[in-house]
C-alpha cells in the first residue's frame, strides 16, 4: 500500500547493499565519475541484483543535465515492490539476505491502472 509519501535521500536505491540516494548524490558530486557505472564504487551500488542500475543512471544523469529523476515520482514501497517483481521474473538475484519482502498479501495501489 501506497503511504503518500514519495522516497526521500534516506531512502535505499540500492536495496542489495543499503545504498541511499543521500550517499550516491554525494558520490557523484564529490567523486565526480566519468560514467554512470562508477557508482558501483559507492558501496557496490548496482553490482547485487541490478535493479537499482537505470536509477543509478538517472542520478549520474540528473548530474550532468539536471532535471527530475524517476525516484522523486516513487513511494518506497512501489520501488520495493517493483523490484520484487523484477526478481520474481528472473531478472536479476540478490545477495543472501537482500531478498525481497513478500507482497503477495499486500494490495498493489497499481491494480486499476
Keep these: 500500500m501506497n503511504s503518500g509519501s514519495l522516497m526521500d535521500l534516506d531512502d535505499h536505491v540500492c ?3 543499503r545504498v541511499s540516494r543521500r550517499k550516491l548524490e554525494n558520490y557523484v558530486r564529490l567523486y565526480q565519475p566519468k560514467v554512470p557505472s562508477q557508482l558501483s564504487e559507492c558501496g557496490g551500488a548496482g553490482t547485487g541484483c541490478g535493479w537499482c542500475v537505470p536509477f543509478l543512471k538517472q542520478i ?3 548530474a550532468v543535465k539536471g532535471g527530475v529523476i524517476e525516484l522523486e515520482m516513487l513511494a518506497p514501497e512501489d520501488y520495493e515492490r517493483r523490484r520484487a517483481g523484477y526478481i520474481r521474473e528472473g531478472k536479476g538475484t540478490p545477495p543472501p539476505g537482500a531478498e525481497p519482502r513478500d507482497f503477495d498479501d499486500l494490495p498493489n495501489d497499481n491494480s486499476s491502472a
Aim: positive net charge; proline residues 0%.
Design 15 to 17: 536495496l542489495c547493499f
Design 60 to 62: 549520474f544523469n540528473r
